[in-house]
């Protein structure tokens, strides 16, 4: 390899294809996470990557010569990368993790911190690759970090061509692929032979990745209880990816005779049943059920179904005589099971000339329409065993805020109907929600607008239904209704003059329905478009310690969801903990232990506070920004990478271009200015979304680009600034500057989701920005301290 002073063509495309790689593998893991475990444990990946990273840096700055790096060392890390990759993905699944578990089987403390150990390996010898490349090449920092991060925009773009066509097995090889080859332009310049190895075993990889999911399957914990049915090859009739989800289309046989089709979501984190009619569709009478009535009710009525999944809602507003039926659904591969695949099994349901079908995120699909419907069907589909796991207490939902509910009075005609179906520990907030929408298009009296029933059963029932009308229910009606849920064996919860529960009055009339007693734990604050998790149970500050335990002593997530548990609340606070332990026993503990000298002297202070607000302050504004735009682009995927990838890109841009401008005075400056932008474009933001929320998906795309490029060039400057100004005067400090900033970004990369969920994303950017403030009063601190602005050019 040449001499320091110099730097390969080879050691900038290695270092461009290893950042890429990194990237792929940390956004497809999100995705098998979600599939593996649960929703909630997606958010380790991240703190796991950071971990890595910053776990790395710390054992390159202990060597005798921190600041000397010999090219061999950057070889050997960058040819290890692959197998790392592939190492720490097979012991993932190999490790029996079963978190729900913790409480019953002892062990599982030791393998959850495993698992966590084993998802940081690849991140570990990807973060001592690209530290060692920085390090050995510092001249050059700027230049070689505008690759890396180029080479990280582009990973996180990749995943949305690779995973649709590979799978979460073959995206994962696919990126030890780019690993590989990345090793072998880094190494090149050293050793020819091995390169040219890991050239071969990237061709091999990308040769394998295609069928990666039949002999590398994603281990499915046990926890989930659809798992034996998904392996089960009898029952498994198609398995797919896409960069929403994973879809499984799973057989039962009927006792009757013949069999139901479900879609599996995720592994069971939600599940829709495919439509079957047992005859042809003019054959067919209407419906007896008590979602049935309300298209009896409303003859020829024009219908809207947001989230139309496997097709029941279509058929039922269908064989009710609708004379229009709008089918939107967010995820094309279950559009395709329905309308493709398994076409025969649902009657060619989609290709009836009533039905339009497509596939858009809802909220931004009405925005664009001038229609107006007689029902909007908010079906629900998520399976009881996500909601054992409060997955989706930590999924956004956008469908069920005030601002959705005003979306839908929108677009109701003067009699129309919104008709939602969700667990009956959730009616208090949808009525909560429903009266603050109806309130402000000036509904006096909101009582006469809403009804609720359910399925009985022992405590809150699992199945609730909802119906909010723009006009006041006539009594006839509701006697009606009344007499089909007795026929059903329903029970009647709320109809305005039959049966008011006593709960659900309350909650209309109370001026603060926060303080209304509940028979069970639930949040009744409607939720909003900034605090978007509908299906958070319980506040942070409820939660107790018998809560915490309760979650970890359970064994197959059945029916928990009837329990109530604060479940995904407890497992964030799990993983924060552990997160916290773990960063600060393998990074700061051996910076205590052996560069402790580093800190005598000014500036001690100065230097630490400086550096973990920069790392606090990118993560928490990097993780507004993406619930930001989460509403606005829709597709979980797409979001995270056009965030990830814009602000990465442009963060190197403007690393590159902060050579230029290298002061003491500039030091303290980028800081300042970063959050002044990041708070412009955060204020400008929810404005600009919401007027364009109508533009189809490659407009919003674009508008989101050009939000986050200042933002993102001007997020990328103060770091690089800071090394450089601390590099003349305290040198010996960068090891505490690598390591201490890695610490606050994998902490704050979940501490983020916290203060999302308590106090919204409004107050998560709030707070990067202020951490970018002191981030500026720190560096203004050590420019001060023995820095002087000749000395500080890098």
Known sequence: MAPASQTPRTVYAGLLSISAATLLLEVALTRILSVSLWYHFAYMVVSTALFGFGFAGVGLSLRRRPQQVPARLAALAALACAPAFLLGYLLYNLIPCEPFSLGRQPLQWLWLPLCYLAVSLPFFFSGLTISAILTRHAARIHGLYLFDLAGAAGGSLLVVACLPVLGGS?????????????????????????????????????????????????????????????????????STWNTISRIDVVRTPLARGGERRDILIDAGTALTRLAHPTAQLDQLGPGEGDEDFFYRLLPQARVLVVGSGGGREVLMALRNGASRVVAVEINPAINRVVMQLMADFTGRLYQDGRVEVHTDEARSFLRRLERRFDIIHCPHTISNAALASGSLSLAENHLLTSEAFADYLEHLTARGVLLITRPEAQ?????????????????????????????????PSFYAGFAMARQPWRIEQLRRFAAVLGRRHLEVLYLPGIKEDALYTELLRSAQPRQVPLPFTALVEPATDDRPFFNQRVAFGDIGWDDIMGVFDRGRQGRLALENRPVAEAVLLLLLLQTVLVAALF?????????????????????????????????????????????????PVVVFSTVLGTLLLFSGLGSAASRRLASARMSWLAPLLAGAVAAVVGLLAPGLTAATLAWPAWGRVLLAVAMLVPAGFMMGMPFPLLIGCLNQGFAERIPWAWGVNGFASVVGSISAVVVGMAAGFRVVLLLGVACYLLAALFARLLAGSGVDERSAGT
């Open 170 to 238: 073959g995206t994962v090889l696919a990126a030890a692929a780019l690993a590989a080859a990345g090793g072998a332009l880094v190494g090149w310049p050293l050793w020819r032979r091995w390169s040219l190895a890991g050239a071969a075993l990237a061709v091999l990889l990308l040769l394998l990745a295609p069928g990666a999911d039949s002999w590398l399957p994603v281990r499915i914990s046990s926890n989930k209880i659809f798992g034996a049915i998904i392996g089960d090859s009898q029952r498994n009739l198609y």
């Open 427 to 459: 009616l208090p907030r949808l009525f909560v929600t429903a009266r603050r929408a109806l309130e402000r298009v000036g509904v006096g009296d909101v009582s006469r607008h809403l009804l609720a029933w359910r399925q009985p059963a022992r405590g």
């Open 587 to 635: 990074i700061l503990l051996p910076l205590g232990v052996f560069r402790r000298r580093a800190l005598a002297g000014r500036g001690r202070l100065a230097t630490l506070g400086a550096f973990f607000c920069l790392g606090l302050a990118y993560i928490v504004v990097e993780v507004a920004f993406i619930q930001r735009l989460t509403l606005y682009l829709g597709r």
